[in-house]
């Protein structure tokens, strides 16, 4: 088995007559941590959405465990995201909204939803809905959503955004460790440390353009 998790060739994407995305190709490593970097509006967002699935290239193509999506497969198959913010029922407890998303899997136990939540540190018998979480909550319940079905590949948009220096560590700890088990991580962030201390390699992206990578 080819040791690729993703395979990113020629992608380019526009919207109307703005291109956002020009000849992006790269290959990332199954197992490894891959941070996107750049600056706001460089096409970190859009990249990660052609590589889930989300949005299609307007050339080019994104291979994820060598299924080409939109052609073997309209999403990334056997991968958990979290792209911007997530969305969940909000008058429903978190607990709940992932038992629900779960239930669509048909995938995850009660038990293991329950491990999740704690896993990200939040409470599983908070009764608050999340429309009453803080940022930094519905981001940890978002990590929590995107590890559901055990995915070999996460794909994580800015997923420190809003946490506490407590959540930062402990998501942090979490990255290394579901890369020790082997799993790959795509990682946007604008945090220098997330991508000193976790990335095994770094792609920069500079209006549209990956730079290094
Ligand atoms: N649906 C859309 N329609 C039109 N333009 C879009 C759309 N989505 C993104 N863009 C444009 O694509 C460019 C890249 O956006 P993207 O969200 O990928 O940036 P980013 O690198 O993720 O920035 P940030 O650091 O702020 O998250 C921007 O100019 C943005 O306005
Ligand atoms: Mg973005």
Redesign the pocket.
Same mark, same amino acid.
């Given at each position: 088995m080819s040791d690729i998790a993703v395979s990113v060739q020629h992608i380019t994407k526009r919207? /109307?007559s @703005?291109t956002?995305l020009k000849d992006v190709s790269m290959e990332l490593e199954q197992g490894k941590i891959h941070g996107i970097i /750049?600056?706001? /509006?460089?096409?970190?967002?859009?990249?990660m959405k052609c590589i889930c699935g989300f949005?299609r290239p307007t050339e080019g193509t994104a291979q994820v465990f060598g299924k080409t999506i939109g052609k073997d497969c309209d999403f990334a198959p056997n991968t958990g995201m979290l792209i911007e913010t997530p969305g969940f029922l909000p008058h429903e407890t978190g607990m709940n909204n992932l038992l629900w998303l779960a239930k669509l899997g048909n995938r995850a136990s009660k038990e293991r939803v329950k491990s999740l939540i704690e896993m990200v540190g939040l409470d599983p018998t908070l009764r608050k809905p999340v429309s009453q979480y803080s940022l930094g909550m519905r981001q940890r319940l978002g990590i929590a959503q995107a590890l559901l079905d055990d995915p070999a590949l996460l794909i994580l @948009?800015?997923p420190m955004n809003g946490l506490d220096k407590n959540g930062v560590r402990s998501i942090r700890e979490l990255l290394l460790s579901l890369k020790k088990q082997g799993k790959t991580i795509i990682l946007?962030s604008?945090f220098a440390q997330d991508i000193d201390e976790l990335c095994d390699s770094v792609c920069e992206?500079d209006q549209?353009c990956l730079i290094t990578g």
């Open positions: 919207f /109307g @703005d956002v /750049g600056r706001n /509006g460089s096409g970190k967002t859009v990249l949005l @948009d800015e946007a604008h992206m549209g």
